[in-house]
């Protein structure tokens, strides 16, 4: 009878035991982010807040991701996350540079076909069960909220959103991509106050205007509420459209280039665009005549922008070189240290873990393709 009170004393006290521990670890489970379902092997999970403000939970490890802004797949490279990618755009895929610096992306699938919101299959999303898609804009965050896939939207237009979205993609992709954005951060903020360093003593009438053509159409410009503005600004330049539109994305009247009257031209236009774009661009300004009383024509002042794994004058990454680079076009004399070549092949190194060569950089700057 002893025997049998403490065989039930004894199982009493193992139920008691075992009840304890898996309350314990179901404390610690969500403490830790994890949930656990029934027939199931706990899953870690975490959240991040992204730039729309919605809370988005995700894997504690991110393995597929399906990016929809072309300039954030950038963001993904340089965080270390490209072999997340399962669907990227056509645009990235049609970025020269990008294929050089990461091969894979010739495997990736497009999902988006054009530019813009809505550009993409939500079926065919879905069916390729992504843990997270990035996109740009909050309708397509909501519409692919609603088809019930985990979202999340970055998007910038100016220094203080780039550093945000490259904080924020960190914190989707997870493991490593933190501490690389920090280090990333650092390089940017240090390449900013180098430049801003060199031109503060410059008076208001001795800042260059520059006017930068974003498209095919040489009217399509940046107005004041853009990330042109922010660089040139850092560079001692002054955006010479900035007073004629707000828009970040604009097409002005050749008589607002012509009052604008600006010192420099900049063609900021992506090969994917078209081949050789920017050349094109330029020398089609250089011959019409419409272009020729104003100065940085009449001065052969006109510079095509460097396209790298995205092009850097715009929701780019290597706006940290934009600055650098913008600098030494500007004011040269200012800069005459500044070795650009250099500059990348450090970039591409420190955050690609590419080796670029002298040419390969000098083409890069020239703003063309790879060879």
């Known amino acids: 009878m002893k025997g049998m009170e403490k065989m039930k004393s004894w199982k009493k006290q193992a139920a ?3 009840a304890a521990m898996l309350i314990t670890a179901q404390v610690f489970a969500g403490g830790a982010g994890q949930r656990q379902e029934a027939g199931t092997s706990p899953q870690a999970t975490r959240a991040i807040t992204d730039m729309g403000g919605a809370r988005v939970e995700l894997p504690g490890k991110v393995t597929k991701v399906i990016d929809l802004w ?3 797949n950038q963001m993904v490279l340089l965080l270390g996350g490209a072999d997340t990618l399962i669907g990227t755009t056509t645009v990235v895929k049609g970025l020269p540079w990008f294929a050089r610096i990461y091969p894979r992306i010739s495997e990736v699938k497009p999902y988006t076909l054009q530019t813009g919101t ?9 069916m390729a069960r992504p843990d997270v898609v990035i996109v740009s804009g909050p309708q397509d965050a909501e519409i692919l909220r609603n088809a019930g896939i985990t979202t999340a939207m970055v998007t910038f237009r100016d220094f203080d959103g780039l550093r945000q979205t490259v904080t924020t993609t960190a914190g989707i992709l997870g ?3 933190p501490a690389k954005a920090e280090e990333y951060l650092r390089y940017l903020d240090n390449n900013i106050k180098r430049v801003q360093d060199r031109v503060k003593d410059l008076k208001q009438d001795e800042k260059l205007k520059v006017y930068e053509i974003r498209g095919v159409n040489p009217l399509d410009t940046d107005g004041r509420i853009s990330i042109c503005t922010e660089w040139l600004d850092a560079a001692g330049g002054i955006n010479a459209i900035a007073g004629a539109t707000d828009e970040n994305q604009a097409t002005v009247t050749m008589e607002a280039v012509l009052q604008a009257n600006p010192d420099v ?3 900021a236009v ?3 665009a078209g081949a050789n774009g920017s050349e094109a661009i330029i020398e089609r300004i250089k011959t019409d005549r419409a272009w020729s009383s104003i100065p940085a024509v009449k001065n052969n002042r006109i510079y095509a922008n460097p396209v790298g794994t995205f092009l850097w004058a715009r929701y ?3 706006e940290a070189l934009q600055v650098l680079w913008t600098g030494k076009i500007l004011y040269p004399d200012r800069f005459r240290d500044i070795d650009m070549v250099k500059e990348l092949q450090g970039f591409y190194k420190q955050f690609y873990n590419y080796d670029m060569s002298a040419p390969e950089a000098e083409l890069m700057l020239a703003g063309k393709d790879p060879q």
């Open 16 to 18: 008691f035991f075992a």
């Open 70 to 72: 072309h300039a954030n």
């Open 118 to 126: 809505g550009g993409y299959n939500t079926e065919e999303i879905m």
């Open 175 to 177: 493991g490593n991509a």
């Open 265 to 267: 031209i900049i063609v």
């Open 270 to 272: 992506q090969n994917a």
């Open 316 to 318: 780019s990454c290597e």
